[in-house]
């Protein structure tokens, strides 16, 4: 006795949503897909949205370098009277006041919500200086290790190891206390040359993949130089990896250099940062809450923004990650899937339409 078996066949919901998908992407490049994808994750542009108002709202109310900005106060001026007992925010929901000082003052008079769009200019940049370090350095450690691989790759990732093991906290606080008494910008720098390991793995790991395909062979054949490989037919390739790789580290590159300034490590005055200010009003915790809320606020809505973004470009660059089509959407290709379907079986023979129907 002689069994057949056949193969599974997709389900008609799942033949129907690849259908919707596949029609959504026709006819438009890799660049257009990835960006249709991207502006279709809610999360992503909430996360844009609130990170771009956060970097206007910094840059035009106290300026950047010589450009001033449309705020009275600088944050470093002393003595100002006190507008509420206590240095109080001015600030009102209801009704809605706006008044001279919003965020209040400290016990020298200063302007709070200047020092705190100070503070987001200096972790901002702290922030995409370390981004760019770190996916330099990762970028081109793990492409060198994963292509030419052999004693390269075995000596690169033991150095990746070693960094590893050592704690990024430990690091970043002797780091910290070296260069963050010079400038913001020498600190992050510096960051940036211990916090590249992850990015490092990840492209190594994308190049093993890649270094294998048809098209790296055909380029070898066609008589490219490794250098060209590298650059011109696998990086374009691992960009996705990168990209997703880079925002998540610098989400947690500010929560690093919030959490060294707060021990005392990080940026020293006169240059205000975001975790400075919570470690400088400390102390005032209990009596004026409002020095510690303001900083906070903003440490929280940068790092959950850059996350959001992350997760919204993994989502886009991830081809496995599918849009669930809408009830309204799966009826109508349903629908349209019976309707050919009864066609294709009106117009054929009965004969066909038998062994169609088996």
């Known amino acids: 006795m002689s069994t057949s078996t ?30 249709r994808r991207f502006f279709r994750h809610k999360g992503a542009l909430v996360g844009l949205a609130a990170l771009g108002g956060t970097i206007l709202l910094a840059v035009t109310s106290v300026g950047i370098g010589p450009i001033p900005g449309w705020w009275m ?7 100002n009277p006190m507008s ?11 009704p809605p006041v706006w008044g001279d000082h919003p965020f209040g003052q400290d016990e020298l008079g200063r302007d709070i919500f200047a020092r705190v769009m100070h503070g987001v ?12 370090v770190a996916g330099v350095i990762g970028v081109l450690v793990g492409s060198i290790a994963g292509f030419y691989r052999g004693g390269r790759d075995t000596a690169l990732m033991r150095f990746t190891d070693l960094v590893i093991t050592v704690p990024t906290i430990v690091i970043g ?9 010079i400038s913001a910008v020498v600190f992050a ?6 916090l590249w390991t992850t990015l490092s793995r990840l492209v190594r790991g994308e190049f093993l993949a890649l270094r294998e395909r048809e098209f790296v062979d055909a380029a070898r054949v066609a008589g490219a130089s490794s250098r060209r490989i590298i650059f011109k037919h696998i990086l374009p390739n691992a960009i996705g ?8 580290l610098m989400s947690s590159a500010i929560l690093l250099e919030t959490a060294l300034s707060y021990l005392g490590f990080g940026i020293t005055p006169p240059t205000i940062s975001l975790g400075q200010m919570i470690q400088t009003y400390q102390q005032a915790f209990s009596t004026r809450p409002w020095l510690f809320w303001w ?15 992350g997760d919204g470009l993994r989502d886009a660059f991830d081809p496995r990650q599918k849009r669930i089509p809408s009830e309204r959407k799966m009826a109508n290709a349903m629908k349209a899937d019976a309707s050919a379907k009864s066609a294709l079986n009106s117009n054929l023979p009965p004969s066909s339409g038998k062994l169609a129907g088996l």
């Open 173 to 181: 606080a002797v780091i910290g206390k070296l260069s963050g008494q």
């Open 84 to 94: 509420n007992p206590g240095g109080a925010p001015t600030l009102s929901l209801f």
């Open 6 to 35: 056949h193969p599974e066949t997709p389900s008609s919901g799942d033949t129907v949503e690849n259908a919707i998908e596949l029609q959504d992407v026709v006819g438009l490049s890799q660049g257009q897909i990835v960006r």
């Open 295 to 309: 900083p906070g606020i903003f440490i929280v809505i940068i790092a959950l923004s850059v996350n959001f973004i």
């Open 73 to 79: 106060w600088t944050g470093y001026e002393t003595g």
């Open 121 to 132: 200019q200096t972790s901002l940049m702290v922030m995409f200086v370390i981004g760019i």
């Open 189 to 194: 720098v510096s960051l940036g040359l211990i």
């Open 241 to 248: 990896t990168i990209i997703v790789s880079t925002t998540l």
